[in-house]
């Protein structure tokens, strides 16, 4: 019987390696910006599993780097600012990004830099009818 118990409990173990594997450890993180179609935001899990999220560059108002203090610790990362349809100047969601790979500030304002030229040549470039 001791047996069987100690199979059960391994059993268990495994199957929560994997979930955990599959749906929750974050292996790498991407953000690819177009500025004529929009934002990606990839996660590439351990288990080789892929997650994509696109988001239309009519409903990004900003890319801004945002702060956090989290026990005596300041935290920064990178959000997207989704335009509020029923109000031009409203923020509608704060989408954050690189949650878990938590890049070092210097990092960011790369990064930053990079999505804020991308934005500005859009907001410039003169607009089709």
Not at 18 to 46: C, M, N, P, R
Not at 56 to 66: F, P, S, Y
Not at 107 to 112: A, D, K, R
Request: proline content about 4%.
């Amino acid at each position: 019987q001791n047996s069987m118990v100690l199979s059960a409990a391994i059993f268990i173990t495994l199957i929560g390696l994997i979930i955990y594997l599959h749906f929750v450890k974050i292996d790498q993180e991407s953000l690819l910006v177009i500025g004529s179609l929009g934002i990606q935001v990839t996660s590439s899990y351990a288990s080789g599993k892929e997650s994509t999220t696109f988001i239309e560059m009519g409903q990004v108002k900003d890319v801004v780097i945002n702060e956090a203090i989290h026990m005596q610790k300041v935290i920064y990362y990178l959000c997207i600012l989704l335009q509020d349809p029923g109000d031009p100047q409203g923020v509608s969601e704060v989408v954050p990004l690189f949650q878990s790979s938590k890049p070092r500030l210097d990092c960011l304002i790369e990064v930053y830099k990079s999505c804020q030229e991308i934005l500005e040549q859009r907001k410039t470039a003169p607009q089709s009818s």
